[in-house]
């Protein structure tokens, strides 16, 4: 018998201890970090709403109940009850019953009413009918991203559940050496902005925090293929963290599988969403640009598969040495600062990822506070000594009057934006501002990627700043449901037609001019003097965006027949910084300063070589901690 099937036995034995004598537990197996207990008496369980606590905490393990599949009732019967316990506000829109593992996975528009206070609700339901009830919210804006990763994953159940008890064996297998050392390589971001990726290794484990791309450069990928990372094959790695989904931090992650890694890839729910837009986009404009995809959309579903989604807080083990657990970063929906327990006791470091200390109108600032940490690898996009940015009031108001001069005079306002978070940012501020009576109340229309982005935040409001969830939870005041909002799914002649008609906004993809309907957006309102193009996102060296804001008035346009135009740019032309997702080198130290507990060491990375090396003498002479700008591929041992 393996050590994993003496420690399951040892386990249900124990449980089997805990319960009332008259609760039959028939089996107990390991799905991905959770133990499943499976019992014939699902009903008795659920009476007794602190027995899973109880259990859990004793064990130290996540626990999930489920019903021994002959004890449950038919799906057809149980549906009614179903819907007869919950509360119809709870706007149920879809219930699906799994006979393989007696979940009954409820689709609802209020969530929270059908767990009811402190679960009560859901253990009513398992009473009534024996199935575990499991919710998920219905998208208040349809999301065809969310609809085909959760019916990709109803279709791949099966396949999905062998994915999950492999890697549960693997989690809990018996620990094989008693060394003890911990050590970091950086494998991509030092000394640079792009392609971040880091390993962690003890003599037990391997893990892998992200695996980007870098913009503008793709031939400098991750040094997957060194010893310490991929070199004695992908299967060497245990987990893969991914902390964000944005593409210098996600875009190779679908590599993997095609390099032969099948483990798991630990993130949040968002993030497993946006990567698959994201991932699925990226290989959208290499095919368009001309250039061979790394991987096929094949490797992106793959990535899907193997994402165990945990949340903010859970601390989550991934290897029989190493606990992990995921905190909000305040930089994009679902973005996680990693936190990594190693050994009993023995270290402790957090992956900052990308972050934002102090809330936005999105997000909650930056969490910074752990139970211990003796390591901290940073960012340091803009921790240069003069990379201060405005203040984000002092943005918005120029913003506000910068459109409000636009549309004053008869012109359109045109905002190139990155679908993911700036955008959302920026209806947050228009929303309000029309709703106050700060701009008039002019059509805001979203182009690209834009809409469905949003629609993704509004699937997971538990990720979004507290009164900005309140509003989307209680008040049906969903300001991203505002009418002002058009989604532009017409094409060519809903632009044409946008653009001929009454002043209004622009809100369109790419965010840096690179390709995407912004650049019909310039064919149609280019040459409009009235118009303005405002910028309100970093414009990196060599884009359009870039040229633009340095003065260029010719723009290339069309490519129909390998025929080139120009068309003279007379719109006004304005920049408005401020609304970065980035803390700016203000907001790093504040990180730092408030940090608790305060960090032995500090890795600057994530930043162009002066950043990173000013960000660390700074931190080294404010607060006398030992501070580097390791370049790639360094190897730290911390123990
Ligand atoms: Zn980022």
């Not at 409001?461 to 969903?478: M, Q, S, T, V």
Request: with cysteine.
């Amino acid at each position: 018998m393996s050590t994993v099937d003496k420690q399951l036995e040892e386990m249900q034995a124990e449980i089997e201890n805990e319960v009332p004598p008259d609760i039959s537990i028939t089996e107990v197996k390991y799905e991905g970090p959770e133990l499943v207990v499976y019992t014939r008496d699902p009903k008795r369980f659920a009476s007794d709403g602190d027995l899973v606590r109880r259990l859990a905490s004793q064990l130290r393990k996540r626990i999930t109940v489920r019903p021994d599949p002959a004890v449950l009732s038919k799906p057809d019967s149980a549906r009614e009850t179903v819907l007869n316990v919950i509360p119809e506000e709870a706007g149920i829109t879809d219930l699906d019953f799994h006979i393989d593992t007696g979940e009954v996975v409820i689709e609802a528009q209020k969530p929270g009413m059908v767990i009811g206070r402190h679960g009560s609700t859901l253990r009513e339901i398992t009473q009534a009918v024996g199935w575990t009830p499991e919710v998920v919210r219905t998208p208040p804006i349809e999301s065809s991203t969310v609809n085909n990763v959760r019916n990709f994953l109803k279709q791949e159940r099966d396949e999905r559940r062998d994915v999950l008890e492999r890697i549960g064996r693997q989690i809990h297998r018996e620990q094989l050496s008693d060394d003890e050392w911990v050590r970091i390589t950086t494998l991509g971001c030092c000394r640079e902005v792009g392609r971040a990726s880091f390993i962690i290794s003890t003599p037990e484990t391997r893990v892998l925090i992200d695996c980007g791309d870098k913009p503008g450069a793709e031939d400098e990928v991750p040094y997957l293929q060194v010893p310490e990372a991929l070199g004695s094959g992908a299967n060497s790695i245990d987990a893969v963290v991914l902390t964000h989904a944005h593409l210098d931090h996600s875009a190779l992650i679908p590599l993997l599988f095609k390099y032969g890694y099948d483990g798991p890839i630990y993130t949040t729910e968002p993030t497993r969403d946006l990567m698959g837009l994201l991932t699925l986009d990226y290989l959208d404009v290499a095919a368009k640009e001309g250039r061979a995809p790394p991987y096929e959309s094949e490797m992106v579903r793959d990535a899907i598969k193997h994402t165990i989604p945990l949340e903010y807080g859970d601390v989550t083990d991934i290897a029989p040495d190493i606990k992990l657990t995921l905190h909000n970063a305040g930089h994009i929906l679902g973005s996680a600062i990693a936190h990594f327990h190693i050994g009993d006791g023995l270290y402790n470091i957090a992956f900052s990822g990308d972050i934002h200390y102090d809330d936005t109108r999105l997000f909650n600032g930056a969490v910074n506070e752990f139970p211990r940490v003796e390591t901290l690898v940073l960012e340091s996009t803009y921790g240069g000594r003069n990379d201060y940015q405005t203040d984000q009031t002092d943005s918005e108001r120029k913003l506000i009057h910068t459109i409000k001069n636009t549309l004053d005079r008869g012109g359109d306002v045109l905002v190139p934006a990155f679908a993911v978070g700036r955008s959302q940012e920026i209806m947050l501020v228009l929303e309000e501002a029309m709703r106050e009576g700060d701009l008039p109340e002019v059509p805001v229309h979203l182009d690209g990627m834009i809409w469905e982005a949003t629609a993704i935040h509004t699937t997971y409001p538990e990720y979004l700043r507290d009164d900005l969830r309140e509003r989307i939870f209680h008040d049906d005041a969903n300001p991203f449901l505002s009418e002002q909002f058009n989604h532009i799914d017409g094409g060519e002649d809903e632009r044409r037609e946008v653009a001929d008609g009454e002043p209004c906004i622009v809100l369109s993809t790419s965010g840096m001019m690179e390709g995407g309907p912004i650049l019909s957006w310039i064919e149609h309102l280019g040459t409009d003097p009235d118009s303005s193009l405002v910028f309100v996102g970093y414009q990196a060296q060599g884009t359009l965006g870039r040229r633009i804001q340095n003065g260029w008035d010719e723009i290339p346009i069309g490519n129909g027949g390998g025929r080139q135009n120009t068309l003279s740019l007379d719109m006004d032309v304005e920049t408005v910084d401020g609304f970065s997702g980035h803390a700016d080198r203000q907001g790093l130290e504040n990180f730092v300063r408030t940090m608790n507990p305060r960090p032995e060491k500090v890795l600057c990375v994530h930043g162009d070589e002066s950043s990173t090396q000013d960000l660390s003498s700074a931190l080294y002479h404010e607060f006398n901690m030992r501070t580097f700008a390791p370049k790639n591929l360094e190897t730290f041992r911390f123990v």
